[in-house]
């Protein structure tokens, strides 16, 4: 059974930084196309950043330059370094594997106060 477990969730002030980690296990991290959501207060679900299983990387444009994905094959940890958080960055965020639809993480809230 496959499981993603996020964690590095938390309470900041705008301009700072957070890494957030997901733990795969029952898979291999690195055999499938792996992304970070975000879903915002009362609105929808949304890629913020994605990583393909040959290494490439995508971002949407509200977080190119601030935020970067990456792998850990060796510990199957997917990450995402967020810095110089603003306000609009608040949400709760999700990993998921592109593998299979249902391949959830139960998600870690983050929240930017200025």
């Known amino acids: 059974q496959v499981q993603l477990v996020e964690s590095g969730g938390g309470l900041v002030q705008a301009g700072a930084s957070l890494k957030l980690s997901c733990a795969v296990s029952?898979?291999?991290?690195?055999?499938?196309?792996a992304g970070w959501y975000r879903q915002a207060p009362g609105k929808q679900r949304e890629m913020v950043a994605l990583?393909?299983?040959?290494?490439?990387?995508l971002y949407d444009e509200s977080v190119k330059g601030r935020f970067t994905i990456a792998r850990d094959n060796a510990k199957n940890t997917v990450y995402l370094q967020m810095n110089n958080l603003k306000p609009e960055d608040t949400g709760v965020y999700y990993c998921?594997?592109?593998?299979?639809?249902?391949?959830w993480g139960q998600g870690t809230q983050v929240t930017v106060f200025s």
């Open positions: 998921h594997d592109h593998s299979d639809i249902t391949l």
């Open positions: 029952g898979s291999i991290v690195s055999d499938a196309d």
């Open positions: 990583m393909t299983s040959d290494g490439g990387t």
